[in-house]
């Protein structure tokens, strides 16, 4: 394969560039096109992966599959609250039931575990995190609106055997995705590079 001719300086540009955007951000009823979502998907399935597991696996949530999810997290949360004995908030369980609907996908990230692969956990999620990245950069170079939210189900005992996950298989969040309600893109803002870089030359 002939080395690709990458332009630098607009790689610079969309890593740098690439913002979240949340909920009150959305644009609300004016819906991705899903084949920008195939592309995201497609980004991510570009990630590194270490001996080629592969081991993102993504569920995408839209039209009516969005309602699904945000009943489900709504009364998942409840029942938990009942089971558990921990308060229950009015406020929280409305955002359960509504935020996903403000949106025009979500995409659920699960890391699934190759059995015997050997292959250290972190590494799996390490390479999970960078398919999502991938996503991120696709999406924030669309022009939309996006996050990763690791709220509601993500750590919820309950979720697992519901996700279909087993042994160290994770669910890791969450991934939003809409039009934006401003042309306005947020500012970014880094410390220094330096500041976190030790440089040994000898």
């Not at 955002?95 to 190759?114: C, D, G, Q, Y």
């Not at 690791?150 to 994770?170: C, V």
Request: charged share 25%; proline share 5%.
């Amino acid at each position: 394969m002939e080395r690709p001719d990458f332009n630098i300086e607009e790689v610079n540009k969309i890593i740098r560039g690439r913002r979240s955007m949340f909920v009150a951000q959305f644009k609300e009823n004016d819906p991705v096109d899903d084949s920008i979502i195939e592309e995201m998907l497609e980004n991510a399935n570009w990630a590194p992966t270490h001996k080629l597991t592969q081991p993102w696996r993504f569920i995408v949530y839209t039209g009516a599959g969005l309602k699904k999810f945000a009943d489900y997290q709504a009364e998942l949360y409840k029942k938990r609250a009942e089971k558990n004995g921990t308060p229950f908030i009015e406020a929280t369980y409305q955002r359960f039931k509504e935020n996903p609907l403000k949106a025009s996908h979500v995409i659920a990230i699960l890391m699934n575990r190759t059995e015997g692969s050997g292959i250290p956990v972190m590494e799996e999620i390490a390479a999970v995190s960078m398919a999502v990245q991938n996503m991120y950069l696709t999406a924030c170079a669309h022009g939309l609106a996006c996050y990763w939210g690791t709220g509601g189900p993500t750590f919820w005992e309950e979720a697992r055997e519901d996700f279909g996950l087993e042994g160290e298989d994770m669910l890791m969040g969450f991934f939003y995705v809409a039009k934006p309600a401003t042309d306005n893109w947020p500012a970014g803002k880094r410390e220094p590079i330096a500041d976190r870089v030790g440089w040994i030359r000898e």
